[in-house]
């Protein structure tokens, strides 16, 4: 396999132009689900194949438990360097698990301390707390989403623009939008190449908000300037819980976007366009990048799981 080894490691640098691509091209809710499914995959692959080189670099150590057949000549072949590269795959590796873990903890974290500030709250589908700085959020529950909203958030909008501010929430909350940005902020500290990824899906999650409460209130220029409005009287942006539910996108994107026109409902657009061939490079691209790092990876534990059963 050679050098090819660490095409896991290193092909999520193909994130960049394929979130470009298709958060510029792309319905948001296609452009999410696409772009989460990648991420996926590839940190996935990435963290195997850190795991794998660093058995194989270990494996000839004096002292390890790993299988001898593990430290054959044939099997170090697959790997170019491999004492130093395993040896580095192994911070490297506690690295991710630890950053995974930490992410997890906090988000897990973040979310007991908002439900405890809740319980005061009625109970319902919406909470009100008596705070005079304006935020609302959508928080994901066990039986029961709620829409989190302060009264100074209320007090700074018109009835119409409330419609559309609970609009959107909700939109968060029946999209299952908590799940596709936790993915992206797993496979970021998985693998770093993929930080434009957890980027591009923060904004396409608000997009896709933004358009499915268009549709809902009938008034796409309501809910633009219900996110201005939300964003000029938030200066300090929402509270720390809050920000680890939904990340707002770049509001001025998400505004001029609204007051143009819908994006098309059809998953992808024609292939002959400008937009088709964009949105079909990204797409193949992405698809490439997945299966070159799968390959890659599965290849590897192939090479191990043969030495093992020829020893």
């Known amino acids: 396999m050679g050098v090819f080894v660490f095409l896991p490691l290193v092909l999520p640098l193909t994130a960049w132009p394929i979130a470009r691509l298709a958060e510029q091209h792309l319905h948001p809710r296609t452009a999410t689900g696409l772009l989460t499914a990648v991420a996926a995959v590839l940190a996935c692959c990435s963290t195997l194949c850190l795991a794998l080189v660093m058995v194989v670099g270990t494996a000839q150590l004096p002292g390890n438990p790993l299988p001898d057949s593990w430290s054959d000549p044939e099997v170090r072949e697959a790997v170019p360097y491999d004492e130093v590269a395993g040896r580095i795959a192994i911070p490297a590796l506690l690295t991710v698990l630890t950053s995974c873990s930490a992410a997890v903890w906090r988000q897990h974290r973040i979310r007991?301390?908002?439900?405890e500030a809740l319980r005061t709250a009625r109970p319902g589908p919406v909470a009100v707390l008596p705070d005079e700085a304006p935020y609302a959020y959508a928080l994901p529950g066990r039986g029961l989403d709620r829409v989190v909203v302060s009264t100074g958030m209320l007090a700074a909008l018109t009835s119409r623009e409330r419609r559309a501010l609970f609009a959107h929430e909700r939109a968060h909350l029946s999209g299952r939008h908590h799940r596709f940005l936790l993915t992206v902020r797993l496979a970021a500290h998985a693998n770093p190449f993929l930080l434009p990824l957890r980027t591009a899906v923060a904004?396409?999650?608000e997009r896709w908000?933004?358009?499915?409460?268009?549709?809902?209130?009938?008034?796409?220029r309501t809910v633009a300037r219900a996110i201005g409005k939300a964003a000029?009287?938030?200066p300090g942006g929402p509270p720390v819980a809050a920000a680890h539910f939904a990340m707002a996108g770049p509001v001025p994107?998400?505004?001029a976007a609204l007051l143009g026109p819908a994006p098309a409902g059809g998953a992808w657009p024609p292939a002959f366009t400008r937009a088709g061939l964009a949105v079909w490079t990204a797409a193949g691209g992405a698809t490439a990048s997945a299966l070159s790092s799968a390959n890659a990876a599965v290849t590897l534990y192939f090479i191990l799981h043969a030495a093992t059963f020829s020893a």
Do not use: F, H, W
């Not at 007991?112 to 439900?115: D, F, G, L, V």
């Not at 908000?209 to 796409?220: F, L, M, P, V, Y």
């Open 112 to 115: 007991r301390r908002t439900e």
């Open 203 to 205: 904004y396409t999650c």
């Open 209 to 220: 908000a933004d358009e499915e409460a268009a549709a809902r209130i009938g008034s796409r």
């Open 232 to 234: 000029l009287v938030s």
């Open 253 to 255: 994107r998400r505004v």
